[in-house]
């Protein structure tokens, strides 16, 4: 009943130009591709081009952040506003490199999740540990104080369109792919955290995506994983045959 959601998340990588020549080898590659959801979130400055370029396919766009609020004096933020406005349907909240770098905290995530729902966003909301928390043995109180203070508060109907990626932070970026064992444990922690809050029938809709060293060669094993509903992908989602491999798995 979950469609699985293949999303790829470019960071501050590529220009227009670089989109454009992305989209123009990847939709091809993805066409036949039927029965799961795919999405890439460009940088902001890109995002026209990769509407644009996604137009009339199966492909959504989505942003990588978004600023709390409709509009206002809030030099450099763009709005869930702004972004349903030229086409988005995603966005992630949360990512681990926002968190670390720019001071993301749980009630940051879930005041961006508000507002990535009142304006008809998908919030992509990333949770996951890091290596100490992990080797400590503190990984599920970790994710369940992610999941407590920056998801569960969302209303039940809200939290009806939000899709999970649990991303280990020893895993991004690092060509440390979690074993499918690891992340299906922690997918399947997550459920029943989703479960003991908004119910049974919730848990078992809701989409939870694996993120971190995700490559056309491991893709299949986590995808076995029937909690794994998808990845989210950083550095494999900027090559089109890659990506296309992922979503094509
Ligand atoms: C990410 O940026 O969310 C990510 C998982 O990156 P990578 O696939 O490069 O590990």
Known sequence: MRTPFLAGNWKMYKTPTDTQAFFDAFLP???GATGRDAAICPPYIDLHVAIAAAAGSKVGIGAQN????????????????????IGCRYV????SE?????????????SKARAALEYGLAP????????????????EAVLAAQ?????????????????IAYEPVWAIGTGKVATPE???????????????????????ATRILYGGSVKPDNVEGLMAKPD???????????????FAAIVNF
Do not use: W
């Open 228 to 242: 794994i509903d998808g990845a989210l992908v950083g550095g494999a989602s900027l090559d089109p045959n890659a």
């Open 98 to 110: 926002r968190r670390q770098y720019f001071g993301e905290n749980e009630a940051g995530v879930l």
């Open 29 to 31: 590659l993805v066409a």
């Open 92 to 95: 992630i909240i949360g990512h």
């Open 182 to 204: 690891q992340a299906a444990d922690v997918h399947a922690f997550i459920r029943g955290r989703v479960a003991a809050k908004f119910g049974d029938a919730q848990a078992a």
């Open 124 to 139: 992509i909301v990333c949770v996951g540990e890091l290596l100490a928390e992990r080797e400590s043995g503190s990984t």
């Open 147 to 163: 999941f407590d203070g920056g998801i569960a508060p969302l209303a039940p109907e809200q939290f009806a369109k939000i899709v």
């Open 66 to 85: 978004l600023a709390a609020g409709k509009e206002g004096a809030m030099t450099g933020e763009i709005s869930g506003y702004m972004l349903k406005a």
